[in-house]
């Protein structure tokens, strides 16, 4: 076990409010203070903020009032804050820069709330890029954002949440998945090989909207509903599509791989901006999946607060835990009330390995699980 001393701080708060002083904004501030952004010489730095501002439909992303502090924070210490987000890989209102950037105002994310502009950091269709290396399991070399590379620092909001491929989703997914070109998504998604259960298909053709790569059909009007394994992109959106479950992965063999793919492009994303990079979790809405869907579920966990550190994987080990440590609600995707000593995500997505991030994170040496909970409430 690592001593105290080698540990990462991570700095929680909960959601407990006395006054003004306690607002939720407040204690961004507070959390941001604490794990140095307020000393940070950010003087004439171009700073990409990167959080998510979820797709059409969905209501469980971060709230955009949740940004400003940190703009302010940077603006003060004369830095240059943008809002960095990037092309989706699957069918959706966010696969394009254009299309981005109307679903990120229609939730909120303009700069008269925000205070920093909006920018598609991959360019036009998810192509402006830059090869960084990576001392990985999968990759030597990973095609990160360009604008996000070449920005000087890295300031980075995140939604802690269940995940269906990953198992949870965090500062770590934000940064490999959220901060990398659409070739950097295809690359992580291709051993994902999704089929069609026959028996279960009632042939609504509902996928075949869904599938960016048009890799859904049917050969004949009455046939069976097949995927075409040479044009999949191995996204997974068909799973969600599919509203009689007849769509599946063979996980135990693809999300892994996923997984680890995902942790090295983190790791690609993170390691230039070391020592510029900081990064603060909201445990808000804690739903079992994605906020890339047009939707919202139930949260599986009550809300717990936020989080903040400057190392990601630390970060997400603590939150992680801290889900855990939580009772499991009846009226979420549980289906019962569950103890704290049971794994919510688990339950959720028996099917995932949901500490893969965290293992392969500590495998490669990016970053650290044995981290030091430090509580400011």
């Keep these: 076990m690592a001593s105290r001393k080698s540990r990462i701080p991570v700095y929680t708060i909960g959601l407990r409010a006395k006054g003004p002083a306690d607002s939720h904004l407040a204690k961004i501030a507070r959390l941001a203070e604490r794990i140095g952004m307020k000393k940070f010489p950010w003087r004439d730095k171009l700073v990409a903020v990167k959080t998510h501002f979820g797709e059409r439909g ?12 940190l703009v302010d924070l940077i603006k003060a210490g004369g830095g240059k804050p943008f809002l960095a987000e990037t092309a989706t890989l699957y069918t959706g209102s966010r696969s394009n820069a254009p299309d981005h950037i109307e679903t990120a105002l229609r939730h909120g994310f303009g700069p008269e709330v ?21 001392a990985g399991r999968h990759y030597t070399e990973v095609s990160v954002a360009a604008g996000i590379h070449e920005a000087d620092a890295l300031v980075v909001l995140s939604h802690f949440k269940g995940h269906e491929v990953t198992g949870f989703g965090g500062a770590i997914k934000n940064l490999g998945m959220g901060c990398c070109s659409r070739s950097a998504k295809l690359a992580m998604h291709t051993s994902i090989r999704p089929s069609v259960l026959e028996k279960k298909c009632v042939r609504c053709g509902r996928c075949f909207a869904w599938c960016a790569a048009g890799a859904i059909g049917q050969q004949k009007p009455d046939g069976p ?13 068909c799973l969600v599509s599919c509203r009689v479950g007849a769509i599946r992965i063979n996980w135990s063999e693809d999300t892994r791989g996923v997984t680890e793919k995902m942790v090295e492009h983190a790791f690609a994303v993170h390691a230039p901006k070391a020592g510029a990079a ?54 979420s995707a549980l289906g019962r009330s569950v103890p704290a000593d049971r794994s919510k995500f688990a339950l959720v997505h028996p099917e995932l390995e949901i500490r893969a991030q965290l293992e392969h994170a500590a495998a490669i040496g990016f970053g650290s699980v044995a981290y030091e909970r430090i509580a400011l409430d």
Excluded: W
């Design 58 to 69: 969905n209501s469980a992303f971060p709230r955009p009032i949740y940004v400003r502090p």
């Design 225 to 237: 509903v097949t995927i075409d394994p040479a044009k999949c992109r191995g996204c997974g959106e």
């Design 278 to 331: 900081f990064y603060l979790n909201i445990l808000i809405d804690i739903v079992p999946l994605c906020d890339c869907y047009g939707f919202s579920d139930a949260p599986v966990v009550p809300d717990i607060g936020f989080a903040a550190s400057t190392d990601p994987v630390a970060l997400d080990a603590a939150c992680l835990d801290l889900v855990e440590a939580q009772i499991g609600l009846a009226q």
């Design 114 to 134: 925000t205070g920093a502009p909006i920018f598609i950091c991959d360019g036009l269709t998810g192509r402006d890029h830059r090869m960084v290396k990576v």
